[in-house]
């Protein structure tokens, strides 16, 4: 049942409970009005419910998975094809929500799909959707003109060399011998002077003294 047709059961049930309490006089006719607006107020309800069980609860939406993604300067473009939509919805019932500047979820008829920790923030009062006969293209608009190398935001890994695993029963000379060779290797020239300094230093300093008679 569609809304206008909801607004003239509305005008037609006031304009007959006018008449009903206001002109009619003969008990026949009020049996006939008061029998229109039963049937009348059927109709709303039974509109009330339908309208009801269109909107589903969370719980009752299908999450989608599958999506592609490409970018330009300004957007990052989500695709979701509607292959894996199988029941039809209006454009009405599609709904793009950002709970903050590095998520999005979108709602189509019984369906959603949702994206968090995006790679970078998003203008989302600039974000929008276009809908094709085959697909559903989001457009959120980058809040900083960058590439992304990701649609997601993953935490930087720290690449583990063996080599520098700690011995606990190594001789704390010898760490400390490879700690400055590795200091020497990569740092720069400042750097390589001052631990040559120090090493120098150190060398003598090992050298015993010798008393001259």
């Known amino acids: ?22 002109h009619a006089s003969r008990e ?15 109709l709303k309800k039974s509109f009330t419910n339908k309208a009801t069980k269109t909107i589903p609860t969370e719980a009752e939406l299908i999450p989608l ?22 029941e039809l919805f209006e ?24 994206l968090t920790k995006l790679h970078e923030k998003i203008n989302t009062q600039e974000s929008y959707f276009k809908r094709t ?13 960058a590439n992304w190398s990701n649609i997601q935001y993953s935490k930087p890994t720290t690449v583990y060399d063996e080599r520098d695993k700690e011995d606990p029963d190594a001789d704390p000379s010898t760490a400390l011998m490879s700690l400055m060779k590795k200091m020497y290797q990569e740092g720069d020239d400042e750097m390589k002077r001052t631990i040559a300094k120090s090493w120098y230093e150190a060398q003598h300093k090992k050298e015993p003294e010798i008393d001259l008679p």
């Open 91 to 114: 454009d009405h019932s599609i709904k793009l929500i950002f709970p903050d500047e590095s998520s999005f979820r979108i709602v189509l008829g019984r369906y959603k799909f949702t």
């Open 1 to 22: 049942m569609s809304e206008p047709l909801m607004v003239n059961i509305e005008l037609d049930y006031s304009e007959i409970k006018n008449i009903l309490d206001n």
């Open 65 to 86: 998975s599958n999506f592609a993604w490409d970018q330009t300067d300004k957007f990052v473009k989500i695709y979701l094809s509607l292959d894996d939509v199988k």
């Open 133 to 145: 006969k085959s697909k559903i293209v989001i457009y959120l608009k980058k809040k900083r003109e």
């Open 28 to 42: 026949s006719t009020k049996r006939l009005l008061r029998t229109e607006l039963s049937r009348l107020e059927a």
